[in-house]
């Protein structure tokens, strides 16, 4: 019956199967931002700090250890509470010890406190990544849009061009038209085919381009679908809204992590210069066994030849320079940190201005663009209607028809430019 059922389905027609949905933006970043190589080195880098924390948060707990030593004697030796001379025997040692710090100059606390910013830096790093890698994939799912986009004006003006050809062929034949009109309208043609060659080629490009940085090791029947979005209906983001809270973007807050992981770590170096007071105990017993004696028994020698410690250990730095480089090494990483983060501060306020700029300017482009090309429409179909009553040539028309060209090109680059610039403002403002 299985097999029966299993036959079936591979009759099925091709056509009952569903084809593969197109990826829109959102699917692209989301998949790139789970598969980036260097969002998932960040996390790894988050992970390995997150380990360095609860390493140093450990360091107050105590340190408890036991040890075995087995050697063997020869000589006096002190058996019980007598001496036997030459005697040889072998000595079995056991013994426990713990330590744990109590006070520390402030050193353990600084350090888990320099760590705990030191994770929180490291997560920034994450989102900041996280961000770089939307505008990235932003950028090259637009790059393909455009490219297809301009794909489609040359498969247009190859069409105009044949079309063209035919009725330059006809004029030529009834002569209304002159053989050089042919070769014009050929010769036109041929330049369309190529640049429309070259489109379809910068389309294919920016395809794998975006397939390989959203991370696709599969690639077969990926398509994307259009925005859904006009330039009218994207209004662009005030600038007040992104130089709000300078001190809110990741690579901002990434920086005055460190700068805290810095000041905590110096403090924690000037720590270790203070007394150190810790805890022990230590308990030890051994067990003899004299060759040519009887010994006493197990029992009796670990109820006698144990012994227990416990005591308080103090440990005051005099002279340490190795230390007070340290100390001084901290402090230089200290105003390091502050340069950087005053320059994180200045360069985060350049890229949100040149971001908004770049979008209004964008915008502009493309309401000039768009008056252009349709001015440069209507002076090509009124050439149109001018060659075919004669009063004009092939050349000049051609002519006419390259410039609605370029300004078609150009509506469509500064369109997608728009968009693009607009989406970068969305993802600056919206980071979460």
């Not at 340190?63 to 000589?75: L, M, N, P, Y």
């Amino acid at each position: 019956m299985i097999k029966r059922l299993l036959i079936l389905l591979a009759l099925l027609p091709l056509p009952l199967l569903s084809p593969a949905q197109p990826w829109d933006l959102d699917a692209c970043v989301e998949y790139a931002v789970s598969n980036n190589a260097d969002i998932l080195h960040r996390r790894v880098q988050y992970d390995i700090q997150n380990e360095a924390l609860a390493e140093t948060a450990a360091k107050r707990a105590p340190v408890i250890t036991v040890g075995a030593q087995e050697t063997f004697h020869s000589g006096n030796a002190l058996i019980m509470y007598s001496v036997d001379q030459n005697v040889t025997m072998s000595l079995t040692q056991v013994a426990a010890t713990m330590e744990m710090p109590l006070l520390t100059g402030g050193s353990l606390p600084n350090s888990k406190t320099a760590q705990e910013y030191a994770l929180k830096s490291e997560g920034e790093n994450i989102s900041l990544s996280v961000l770089n890698t939307r505008i990235r994939v932003a950028a090259a799912y637009l790059q393909l849009l455009s490219n297809r986009s301009q794909e489609q004006i040359a498969l247009r003006q190859v069409e105009l061009c044949q079309d063209q050809l035919k009725k330059v062929t006809i004029l030529v034949d009834e002569g209304k038209r002159t053989d050089a009109d042919l070769a014009e309208a050929r010769s036109s043609l041929s330049s369309a085919e190529h640049l429309y060659t070259a489109a379809k080629g910068n389309s294919l490009m920016a395809r794998v381009n975006l397939v390989n940085l959203i991370g696709l090791d599969d690639d077969s029947g990926f398509e994307i679908q259009d925005l859904g979005e006009s330039v009218e209906d994207t209004p662009v983001a005030p600038l007040s809204a992104l130089l709000g809270d300078i001190d809110a973007y990741p690579s901002v807050k990434s920086v005055q992590y460190s700068l805290k992981s810095a000041e905590y770590r110096e403090k924690a170096a000037r720590g270790a210069l203070r007394p150190q007071l810790s805890l022990f105990a230590n308990y030890n017993n051994y067990l003899y066994l004299p060759f040519g004696y009887q010994p006493p028994g197990v029992g009796e020698q670990l109820l006698h030849n144990g012994w227990a410690a416990l005591g308080l250990k103090l440990s005051v730095p005099i002279l340490n320079l190795s230390q007070k480089r340290q100390v001084t090494r901290a402090g230089l990483a200290m105003d390091d940190a502050r340069i950087t983060l005053a320059q994180a501060r200045r360069e985060i306020s350049r890229q949100l201005r040149e971001a908004y700029f770049q979008t209004v300017t964008a915008r502009d482009r493309y309401l000039s663009a768009l008056t252009a090309e349709t001015a440069a429409k209507e002076a090509y179909d009124y050439l149109q209607k001018m060659y075919e009553a004669g009063l004009t040539t092939t050349y000049d028309l051609d002519q006419s028809r390259l410039k609605w060209v370029s300004a078609s090109e150009e509506t469509v680059r500064s369109k997608y430019e728009y968009l693009l610039r607009n989406k970068i403002l969305g993802y600056y403002i919206n980071r979460d």
